[in-house]
């Protein structure tokens, strides 16, 4: 993967580099589906409270499979139903999520639950875990 | 700032909230020159290797003043002058955007300088602290 050819990069900062891969708002709520609340399915992304489109969904998860983020399966119990999963690049953006959600929940009214920013700031490091273990455990 | 009326957002998640305010690419980029380069002026920012076009410019340091993240002020050795200036609500990403640059550097090739990127993993806090501190000092 490092060695790759990457010639449409705007630079190579980290932080461009990785805008230009999960910078859109709409992908990182797509991760955020899978990584917190356990969603797996087109129907499950299409409900949630952000209300995305059906076709910016389409697109936002063909993207994020091309770039590594997510792999999607068919569910062996029902070959019509189609899974997505994060890949472990996926679930490496928990940190990076934790720390937005800490820093809205800091400056903004959120509807974030009292006692998940508790764990996240004061057992960061067992949060992180758990996270990890429950993705592991979904596979 | 907490008890505003926020009837605009999408849902009340603090990952959502946090996207609507800097969940673009180009916001996220001014925020790391002011956090990590120390640049100050718009012809600074535009010199970036990403090359953003005015335009965007013009709109994005507006829109991160308007959120609170930015404020600009005259320099007071050259009226013409106009320095833009993280508030505590933009050094307060410096977490995330850690976060953001230790996934990119592990999972793609980028130019992050290897001792940032041990200082960033093996001193975290050290890291954060010195960077809140330049933040203080250039006040």
């Not at 859109?24 to 489109?53: H, N, P, Q, Y």
């Not at 639950?113 to 960061?124: K, Q």
Request: glycine share 4%.
């Amino acid at each position: 993967m490092k060695d790759k050819l990457r010639v449409s990069r705007r630079s190579g900062c980290p932080i461009s580099i990785a805008l230009e891969i999960f910078g859109d708002a709409w992908s990182l709520l797509i991760v955020r589906d899978l990584m917190f609340k356990g969603l797996r399915t087109f129907s499950e992304f299409v409900c949630s409270d952000e209300k995305i489109a059906t076709n910016i969904l389409s697109d936002r998860l063909a993207r994020l499979e091309a770039v590594g983020i997510v792999t999607k399966a068919v569910d062996p119990s029902d070959a019509r139903r189609v899974h997505y999963r994060l890949t472990e690049k996926g679930i490496d953006l928990a940190p990076a999520l934790v720390e937005i959600v800490l820093w809205a929940a800091r400056h903004e009214r959120t509807d974030a639950p009292p006692s998940m920013l508790r764990a996240m700031r004061l057992h960061r490091e067992q949060f992180l875990a758990d996270v990890r273990k429950r993705w592991a455990e979904a596979a």
